[in-house]
């Protein structure tokens, strides 16, 4: 029987982080083993926001080699760059007709946008292109291309989801028959939001960020940034109500969690003492992936060929698509 089909992007508008490792990359890799996956830089979509070719380039071998460090076969999985596939434009503009404007005004990221321009007084749309305002269209695009069963991502995705479902539901009902599979969200409520420095979401749109291969030493020293109260070192603390045993939880055994929790109830123990545990634990699960990264980032002709390939083999299948929609819809 044929595998089932798992696809994730990302955008390569910063360095990927802890949000993105434990919200995304782990649960995509992890479906690598029994799922035929397609992961993709969203570059189309970076572009929203970052207009520096410079910056758009590096960033997409960064988040190319960070995939590639975390273990992904690039001879099992197809690794490519969303600007290399030509149909998913295609798609985008036949989605469009389906889409009516009244989803995209719902859409959490374009809603915030307008809230924040109301509060500083703004014209509501102030900053707004077309392609954040559509940017669920794209996205649905993406997914949609590859009849995709099951779709990884953080929490914050998971109304982009319904989205696709919606546009993919209101053209199979159109057309009365399932020229599109409908996706499922691959949500890992356990982790939810992963923190960041501040407390809020860990984003690259918050400068809050941990990013995943910093050098020791950078590493430490942005662990010590993360805001605290300010308990004295006797006092008693809390750990679940505080981000840096939230950050710890993720990468400690149960065993190791249990013993830190007693340390935080006890008292005696500072902040400072708190963070150099998480750091501690971070640098030692974090050190092999980014020796791995370290090398293939400075190996940029691999990474062209990796891409190369998973965008040949992309587009074999999405032109098979849409040879399909196109006689479907009364354009072929
Ligand atoms: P950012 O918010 O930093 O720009 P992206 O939008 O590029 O991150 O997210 C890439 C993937 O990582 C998405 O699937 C997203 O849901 C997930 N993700 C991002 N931040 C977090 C977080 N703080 N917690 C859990 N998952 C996250
Ligand atoms: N919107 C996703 C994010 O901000 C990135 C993305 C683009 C994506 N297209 C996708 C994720 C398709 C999953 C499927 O993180």
Redesign the pocket.
Request: proline share 4%.
């Given at each position: 029987m044929a595998k089932k089909i798992a696809l994730?992007g990302?955008?390569p508008?910063?360095l990927p982080?802890i949000?993105?490792y434990?919200?995304?990359y782990k649960p995509a890799l992890e479906l690598a083993k029994d799922f035929d996956t397609r992961y993709f830089i969203a570059d189309y979509h970076a572009l929203n926001s970052l207009k520096d070719p410079k910056l758009v380039k590096e960033l997409s071998y960064e988040v190319a080699a960070t995939w590639l460090a975390m273990g992904l076969d690039p001879k099992d999985s197809i690794l490519y760059k969303q600007s290399a596939v030509q149909g998913t434009f295609e798609l985008t503009t036949f989605l469009m007709a389906f889409t009516s404007k009244g989803l995209m005004n719902r859409a959490h990221s374009y809603k915030a946008k307008v809230q924040d321009n109301k509060e500083l007084n703004k014209d509501p749309d102030d900053g707004v292109n077309m392609g954040l305002f559509t940017y669920p269209v794209l996205m649905a695009a993406d997914i949609l291309q590859f009849d995709s069963d099951v779709v990884p991502?953080?929490?914050?995705?998971a109304q982009h989801l319904e989205m696709a479902v919606d546009i993919a539901q209101s053209i199979n009902h159109n057309y009365k028959q399932e020229l599109l599979k409908i996706p499922q969200a691959f949500i890992k409520e356990s982790?939810g939001?992963?923190t960041?420095l501040d407390g809020r979401?860990?984003?690259?749109?918050y400068n809050n960020?941990i990013p995943l291969f910093l050098p020791s030493k950078k590493l430490r020293k942005l662990i010590m940034k993360i805001v605290t109260n300010s308990q004295s070192v006797e006092e008693p603390k809390d750990p679940d109500t505080c981000s840096i045993f939230s950050l710890y939880k993720l990468f400690a055994s149960k065993d190791q969690q249990l013993e830190l929790r007693k340390k935080y109830l006890a008292g005696g123990m500072g902040w400072g003492h708190a963070k150099q545990y998480l750091f501690e634990i971070m640098d030692e699960t974090l050190a092999p992936i980014r020796e791995k990264y370290t090398e293939l980032i400075n190996d940029k002709s691999y990474i062209d060929d990796v891409l190369k390939d998973g965008a040949d083999r992309a587009n074999e299948i999405v032109s098979r698509k849409m040879d399909f929609i196109r006689k479907a819809i009364g354009l072929a």
């Amino acid at each position: 029987m044929a595998k089932k089909i798992a696809l994730t992007g990302i955008k390569p508008t910063g360095l990927p982080h802890i949000g993105n490792y434990f919200g995304m990359y782990k649960p995509a890799l992890e479906l690598a083993k029994d799922f035929d996956t397609r992961y993709f830089i969203a570059d189309y979509h970076a572009l929203n926001s970052l207009k520096d070719p410079k910056l758009v380039k590096e960033l997409s071998y960064e988040v190319a080699a960070t995939w590639l460090a975390m273990g992904l076969d690039p001879k099992d999985s197809i690794l490519y760059k969303q600007s290399a596939v030509q149909g998913t434009f295609e798609l985008t503009t036949f989605l469009m007709a389906f889409t009516s404007k009244g989803l995209m005004n719902r859409a959490h990221s374009y809603k915030a946008k307008v809230q924040d321009n109301k509060e500083l007084n703004k014209d509501p749309d102030d900053g707004v292109n077309m392609g954040l305002f559509t940017y669920p269209v794209l996205m649905a695009a993406d997914i949609l291309q590859f009849d995709s069963d099951v779709v990884p991502v953080g929490k914050d995705q998971a109304q982009h989801l319904e989205m696709a479902v919606d546009i993919a539901q209101s053209i199979n009902h159109n057309y009365k028959q399932e020229l599109l599979k409908i996706p499922q969200a691959f949500i890992k409520e356990s982790t939810g939001y992963v923190t960041g420095l501040d407390g809020r979401k860990m984003s690259k749109s918050y400068n809050n960020t941990i990013p995943l291969f910093l050098p020791s030493k950078k590493l430490r020293k942005l662990i010590m940034k993360i805001v605290t109260n300010s308990q004295s070192v006797e006092e008693p603390k809390d750990p679940d109500t505080c981000s840096i045993f939230s950050l710890y939880k993720l990468f400690a055994s149960k065993d190791q969690q249990l013993e830190l929790r007693k340390k935080y109830l006890a008292g005696g123990m500072g902040w400072g003492h708190a963070k150099q545990y998480l750091f501690e634990i971070m640098d030692e699960t974090l050190a092999p992936i980014r020796e791995k990264y370290t090398e293939l980032i400075n190996d940029k002709s691999y990474i062209d060929d990796v891409l190369k390939d998973g965008a040949d083999r992309a587009n074999e299948i999405v032109s098979r698509k849409m040879d399909f929609i196109r006689k479907a819809i009364g354009l072929a």
